[in-house]
């Protein structure tokens, strides 16, 4: 079973349909790089996955749970974040707290486990 998959996804602003028939499937350990031109659908699709962006039609599945009416507020304790470009993070904030701000839902050893790889990358 995928870990992310994406299947037969309209998603736009208003009107204006910005992804149309998007399918995609991400298993676990893999990387994925999305990648394209300014205007292309790039922040679209990862809006739409984080529910930021509605859903016309099609569903996002993440470990076998549809999450297509899920409000993106519960989405990081179910594992998914969206981390913006740089100009959207909590400036007024320390980077400790930038990232706490996605560990909501999670015991404090996960976080922690978490946080150690984190800073392990870095």
């Known amino acids: 079973m995928p870990l992310l998959e994406v299947n037969a996804l309209h998603s ?22 999305i990648i394209g031109a300014n205007g292309t659908g790039k922040t679209t699709l990862l809006r739409t996955i984080s529910g930021l962006t509605q859903i016309s039609s099609g569903e996002v599945m993440f470990n076998g749970v549809n999450i297509r009416h899920y409000p993106p507020h519960k989405l990081p304790g179910l594992g998914i974040g969206h981390v913006p470009e740089g100009r959207q993070i909590f400036p007024q ?30």
């Open 12 to 33: 736009g602003y208003g009107k204006i349909q910005i992804l149309q028939d998007i399918t995609l499937k991400i298993n676990k350990g893999e990387f994925v790089s």
């Open 93 to 122: 904030l320390t980077v400790l707290e930038n990232l706490l701000v996605g560990y909501v839902n999670q015991t404090e050893q996960l976080r922690e486990q978490q946080l150690e790889l984190i800073y392990g990358l870095f």
